[in-house]
């Protein structure tokens, strides 16, 4: 890992042992982009790449005429000079002059990497884990400084990047568009695979064939949602798994957000990610800076399970953070699908005594426990205890689950507040509400102002007092509603345009100072399931609620989508009732077990009401998954088989020293009078011998010809019909 400055030719390399990314000074004094790939040689000078020739209805920089940025690879381009792609930034000064010329003016190059301030990103264990370079740029005219931040890692083929604007003049000027970062690619053979979706259905891998123009995905909801994942991949057509070329792209982020590719006529193809520009206007008065989110942009020539794999350790290893940070997770239960708000104390300690037997280490109550909360149309910002379902409060609920040998977490929804609320009645105010104007209900509640203080302020010191008052050990944070109407009663009509990050950052502070008044906290984010899935969340609650959806056969889409770009320990997992609350299918409590086992596991129901059979598998599962969840959670994951390409779902974790594995297979759905066929493993040693059930393999059998399948026929395994499935431990002998 280094960054080479070569002062003489004006270009900068960052490189490990598995990438090297180059910038130069361009003849114009801004910054363009020479090679992102694979790792090469450096040399003196890389200005041969630079292109310098007239062509014609080219605009030109004056002093050169020959070099033109709509030619060149650029590295934070702007709109309105020689380039007519997509800019990265736009500035409007108070002339109402949207032109920028941002040129280089000098940079510094230090060890490790520093903290985006009131931001999550990436973080830097020692100093010799990472280098940072910083490049500075001045327009001298709007007297501006934009600073240009990549941070190499030595042990991931990964460059992290961000951005800041200082106004260092005296008027005041508007940052209408403020990306995060731009990459310009040589040529446009790319797909762009996106993860997309809705409620109970999220991270579905589409791919699209990229070409001239722009193909772009983006949310405008207030939150990174479950529509479109703010992660997407850029690859080479014939990159699968296994093999091939790609980039990722990562936004450490939770709100609203764009990620596009533009192909130029030219041939040239451009990628930019960030916050969506989309009712954005950020004010920078004199002296005042604003900070990009950070992206993450991961290179592969492996394919794309390489790719995951890349960022399933940065993320475990260099964003989550605290206690839990590589530490294997509590089995919970649930009471939620049990229960939903009809609950009483007793009916909770009745379903936390069983799911004790069974071997369960945390139980959590969800929704109900508040105020005047029996269903959904109140209570929600009174986070006081009920008294008629916890008489002795959370403090009295609390110590009887403990007593019981089990931990205790429960759930909130802080951003949110009913109309019918002690909350809204004293702040009617408090709300993103236009005055005069009919406000839009989700869930029948409004959304707080989180771009004001004094609210997050309130409700910190609301749940401060539950927290402290009782032994928690997990809060489930939830947020169940897209933002509209956004408009702040607190901000001037010019600073309309802030509120939308203003309040993403409402919402990291205040899991800030959670966080640091209750460090041993485990905190799992939740968005009505996954509209809040996101890198950023990582950084705060190194766990999220994968979906909504706990049916096993959608799991597997799921689960599988949302592996590419997040930890397979980020993945909020439980087996829950049949049949299933938001399917209606029935599936096997084995099945059920076989797919949450890769994520967190728990379970969604009331381990009083499934049969006595069940509960003797249940209490096999949950031993079966404290034994190797460390493997499963932290091990190299491989997919193997794709759930949108045939009716099996095959995928596979390998401890880091090879002598371990664990292979699961998933038949969607049966197909008669066909032959089962072999399945490929991947990721262990070739000259090893493992053992699988009662067999020895070498592993190149098992990863070049593979396991037959009809063997598992006779072993207990009903593989061959619908919603059947098993899980196979894979040794080394």
Not at 212 to 231: M, Q, W, Y
Not at 499 to 518: A, D, M, N, P, Q
Not at 661 to 675: D, P, R
């Amino acid at each position: 890992m280094n960054i080479i400055c070569n002062k003489s030719s004006g270009h900068f390399h960052l490189y490990n042992d598995r990438i090297s990314y180059i910038i130069a000074v361009a003849p114009s004094g801004e910054l363009t982009n020479i090679y992102f790939g694979k790792r090469i040689h450096d040399r003196d000078n890389f200005s041969y790449v630079i292109f310098q020739m007239g062509m014609p209805n080219i605009a030109v920089d004056a002093d050169t005429e020959s070099y033109s940025m709509e030619l060149n690879r650029q590295e934070y381009p702007s709109f309105g000079t020689t380039d007519f792609g997509m800019p990265a930034f736009e500035v409007e000064t108070e002339n109402g002059s949207r032109i920028s010329s941002f040129v280089y003016k000098s940079h510094s190059i230090y060890k490790g990497k520093k903290e985006l301030t009131g931001l999550p990103a990436t973080y830097a264990n020692e100093e010799k884990e990472a280098m940072t370079l910083e490049v500075l740029l001045e327009d001298e005219q709007a007297k501006i400084v934009l600073t240009l931040f990549y941070t190499i890692f030595d042990n991931y083929p990964v460059v992290a990047r961000h951005a800041e604007f200082r106004n260092e003049g005296k008027d005041t000027v508007k940052l209408t568009k403020a990306l995060s970062c731009c990459l310009d690619l040589p040529d446009q053979n790319y797909e762009m695979m996106q993860f997309t979706g809705a409620w109970a259905r999220e991270r579905i891998p589409e791919v699209r064939k990229l070409t001239n123009g722009i193909t772009a995905v983006e949310s405008k909801r207030g939150t990174s949602s479950a529509n479109f994942n703010p992660f997407v991949i850029m690859k080479r057509p014939k990159t699968d798994d296994f093999s091939g070329e790609a980039f990722g792209f990562s936004f450490v982020y939770s709100g609203n957000f764009i990620a596009a590719a533009e192909g130029s006529t030219y041939g040239r193809l451009r990628i930019v990610m960030g916050i969506n520009p989309e009712r954005f206007t950020w004010i920078l008065e004199s002296e005042e800076s604003f900070v990009t989110p950070e992206v993450v942009i991961a290179h592969t020539d492996l394919g794309l399970n390489d790719l995951s794999r890349t960022y399933h350790r940065l993320y475990n290893n260099n964003l989550v953070r605290g206690k839990w940070k590589n530490r294997p997770r509590p089995i919970l239960n649930n009471n939620w699908e049990a229960t939903y708000m009809d609950f009483t104390e007793e009916s909770i300690l009745n379903i936390a005594s069983k799911a004790k037997q069974a071997g369960v280490e945390l139980f959590v109550l969800d929704d109900g426990w508040f105020g005047e909360r029996d269903d959904d149309f109140a209570g929600l910002g009174d986070w006081v205890e009920n008294p008629k379902k916890l008489p002795q409060g959370m403090a009295g609920l609390s110590r009887k689950i403990n007593a019981m040998g089990l931990d205790f977490g429960f759930w909130i929804e802080p951003e949110m507040v009913n109309p019918n609320s002690n909350l809204y009645r004293r702040h009617p105010e408090w709300v993103l509400a236009v005055p005069g104007r009919k406000p839009s209900l989700g869930r029948h509640q409004l959304v707080l102002d989180f771009s004001r203080k004094e609210v997050v302020d309130y409700i910190y010191n609301m749940l401060y007092k539950v927290i402290s008052g009782a032994s928690i050990s997990y809060i489930k944070w939830d947020m169940n509603r897209p933002l509209t109407e956004v408009f702040s009663m607190d901000s001037p009509p010019e600073k309309q345009g802030m509120i939308y990050h203003k309040y993403v950052l409402g919402v990291y502070s205040l899991y800030t100072r959670l966080i640091e008044t209750f460090p041993d906290i485990l905190f799992e984010s939740c968005s009505s399931g996954g509209n809040r899935f996101d890198a950023g969340m990582l950084y705060y609650a190194p766990q999220a609620w994968c979906s909504d959806n706990t049916d096993a056969i959608d799991r597997l889409r799921i689960q599988y989508g949302s592996s590419y770009g997040y930890p397979i320990v980020s993945i909020g997992s439980h087996v829950s009732n049949v049949p299933n609350q938001q399917t209606g299918r029935s599936t096997s409590i084995a099945t059920r077990a076989n797919v949450a086992y890769f994520g967190t596991y728990g379970y969604e129901l009331d381990l009083n009401e499934i049969s006595s059979k069940d509960f003797e598998e249940v209490k096999e599962q949950i031993e079966f998954m404290k034994k190797y969840r460390e493997l499963i959670q932290f091990g190299d994951f491989y997919r193997l088989r794709s759930p949108f390409e045939t009716d099996q779902t095959a995928w596979m974790v390998v401890s880091k020293d090879k002598k371990k594995a664990i292979v699961g297979f998933y038949c969607m759905k049966s197909n008669v009078n066909t032959l089962p066929g072999f399945l490929r493993l991947a990721g262990l040693d070739e000259e090893t011998l493992y053992k699988m059930e009662d067999r020895e393999y070498y592993g190149d059998e098992l990863m070049n010809m593979g396991i037959t399948l009809s063997e598992f026929y006779n072993k207990g395994f009903t593989i061959s019909e619908d919603y059947s499935s098993f899980v196979s431990v894979i040794e080394a002998v």
